[in-house]
């Protein structure tokens, strides 16, 4: 029989071949290599037949998603072992998760961490038997068999849909319901790890039982573990909210609310210079700046789509427009977007074609509800304000204004050293505009990154029902990545509000729209940028640039004229004038993350010099006022 492989090619197999019997059809390392497959792109075990004209990929541990396999076969070895050493235990689900997995119980007496070290001990002696993980199809009434004494397993078995095939694992004498697949044999999991404990409810219901949950992470080879684990501490290090607390930059009072961040003075001031910086940049390109409402009567939402379609995102409240005794009530929304009102600013002028492509932006400030349980210090806040802009465009300009945007994300990524990669969404199934609308903009998207030479992937059906988009997603200084920018082509919010533009042939046409944010939001740019830089922000961003430390109370009027001198360079400087020994107040600079320390006593005041230390590189020795002007000048972007 014939089937497919990856790159197109057409391959002659034997009738019932597995993916196992596939590989060693292509070669001997394959076949050794091999671990799992997929089957017309769904994973499947290396024992799973393949159908005649299937297309058939080989997943060995260098594929995308060979840890994930790992992961999950490891969940089940945690539930053997935790099955051997609490006899009577419950077991519920087992999944991988993006950082490793987990597993369910209902434990007959209570686990913490300190349990650790035995429940790895016998899941390393589990690993080491090798014994394969076998697949079986069983039916309804045997699987009940199978797990009569796990109550978990068969309340699941009772609300399985009837047509739902039911599968099982064995690995030596453990079995569990599941739908699989796993690696061949226990003996390559290479290094794993019990992370935490942690209480779940039975299929994620506050209504049901809450049970223990063991998380736990794994890995082919330990020298990826290890660095896991130094990544992991690294980034504890580097917690924005830690560091944001730490560093004066911000922080969350429970009076004001979950997810509304309250910016101190250095929050502010990272956040301003962000801002100018980039409004600077975008003028030179032909932006213009709006600024709109920060709430909208309902009707506007109405007329957008987002009262039907993120109503349960977003403020609603009543105004009373009428008096005491006329009242009459109107429904308000706090915006969750910036996007309709830069619309009605479209609307509020006739255009031609001579007038686009229309480029607006705001750093506009916007709200949603999202749930508690999500919300993440800046990273997933409920207020946060977006570099936002709207391009309204022909047909044929989308190409060069998306190309335009890109050189944006280069920029701006380039400056603080991001690699960043991105990722084309295409049409889902619920969807609006024309066959031809989807095509050509999802052309246009992939066209602009071709140009760019932006390598990128595709990530079939997951657009908006108005349009595909680009993200952009930047990888920080210790391997993670974040999502970021992206580029949005919308076909409903012209459609909606009846948007349109007079032709070159002196007709009507409705505009092409581009959603556009490089930081994302500033909010979870900046506790990106904490994090990537373990809070010591570049020269040019940082809140105090310089620390003047002062050696004596003698020397404090120096200090202070020597950082008027510095401020009126553009430079942003803070006096240590404490009557504190020198090594607390450079301990204190550092602490901060302060970029310069300046020394200031009678030998400096005398030869107008000034002792340097720089945050990186030490003791600079002395310089003249003048050179640290000019770098203060140098660093301004």
């Known amino acids: 029989m014939n089937i497919t492989l990856p790159d197109g090619s057409i391959k002659q197999v034997e009738q019932g071949a597995t993916i196992a019997d596939v590989a060693a059809s292509i070669g001997a390392g394959l076949a050794k290599a091999a671990i799992a497959g997929k089957i017309n792109g769904a994973y499947a075990d290396l024992c799973a037949a393949v159908p005649e004209g299937a297309t058939v990929e080989i997943v060995t541990q260098k594929s995308p998603d060979a840890r994930h396999i790992l992961c999950h076969s490891c969940a089940h070895v945690l539930a053997e072992a935790v099955q051997i050493l609490y006899p009577g235990v419950q077991i519920g689900y087992g999944p991988a998760t993006d950082d490793g997995f987990y597993y369910d119980f209902a434990l007959p007496s209570p686990l913490s961490t300190e349990d650790f070290p035995a429940i790895e001990a016998k899941m390393a002696e589990i690993i080491a038997k090798d014994e394969p993980f076998l697949r079986e199809v069983v039916t309804r009434e045997e699987a009940a068999e199978l797990f009569s004494d796990q109550r978990l397993k068969v309340e699941h078995l009772g609300e399985l849909d009837p047509d739902v095939e039911i599968t099982v694992y064995r690995h030596g004498d453990f079995i569990d319901l599941c739908s699989g697949p796993h690696i061949p ?362 620390a003047v430390l002062p050696l004596a109370d003698r020397h404090n009027d120096a200090a202070e004229e020597l950082a008027a001198q510095l401020r009126a360079a553009g430079g942003r400087v803070d006096v240590f004038a404490q009557n504190e020994p020198m090594r607390v107040k450079i301990a204190k600079a550092q602490s901060q993350r302060i970029p310069y320390m300046v020394v200031l006593g009678d030998k400096e005041i005398e030869n107008g010099t000034i002792s340097v230390r720089s945050r990186h590189e030490g003791d600079q020795g002395s310089w003249p006022v003048d050179k640290l002007v000019e770098i203060i000048k140098d660093a301004a972007l």
């Open 185 to 546: 044999s226990a003996g390559l999991i290479g290094a794993f790890k019990l992370m935490k404990v942690a209480g779940a409810y039975w299929k994620a219901d506050a209504s049901r039982e809450q049970l223990t949950r063991v998380y736990g992470t794994a890995f082919f080879k330990k020298k990826d573990l290890e660095e896991y684990l130094h990544n992991l501490e690294e980034a504890e290090k580097r917690d924005h909210r830690k560091l944001g607390r730490e560093l004066g930059i911000f922080t969350m009072d429970p009076m004001a609310g979950v997810g509304l961040p309250l910016y101190l003075p250095k929050g502010a001031r990272i956040i301003r210079t962000l801002q100018e910086w980039l409004r600077r940049d975008l003028y030179a390109r032909g932006y213009e700046e709006v600024i709109t409402p920060h709430i909208y009567n309902a009707e506007v939402w109405k007329t957008s789509g987002h009262y039907g379609y993120y109503h349960d995102n977003m403020y609603f409240f009543n105004i009373n427009e009428g008096d005491e005794e006329n009242p009459r009530l109107s429904e308000y929304g706090v915006k969750p977007m910036n996007c309709p009102g830069h619309v009605m600013l479209y609307k509020n002028d006739l255009h031609s074609y001579r007038d686009l492509p229309l480029r607006y932006f705001e750093f506009g400030t916007v709200y949603r509800h999202e749930m508690s349980g999500v919300v993440h210090g800046l990273l997933r806040a409920r207020g946060f304000t977006q570099d936002d802009a709207h391009v309204f465009c022909t047909r044929d300009q989308l190409v060069s204004e998306v190309c335009e945007i890109l050189d944006l994300v280069d920029h701006i990524m380039s400056t603080f050293g991001f690699e960043y990669s991105a990722e084309i969404s295409t049409r889902p199934e619920k969807s609006i505009g024309t066959d031809d609308m989807w095509e050509h903009a999802t052309n246009v998207l992939k066209e602009a990154c071709d140009r760019h030479g932006l390598a990128y992937d595709i990530n079939e059906g997951d657009g908006a029902f108005y349009g595909p988009k680009i993200d952009i997603k930047v990888k920080d200084a210790i391997g993670r990545t974040w999502q970021c920018s992206t580029v949005q082509v919308d076909f409903n919010l012209p459609e909606r509000f009846g948007l349109t533009y007079r032709t070159e042939d002196n007709t009507e046409e409705r505009p092409w729209m581009l959603h556009r944010a490089i930081f994302g939001s500033i909010e979870r740019f900046l506790g990106i940028l904490i994090e990537h830089y373990a809070g010591a922000l570049p020269l040019w961003l940082a809140p105090v640039q310089v």
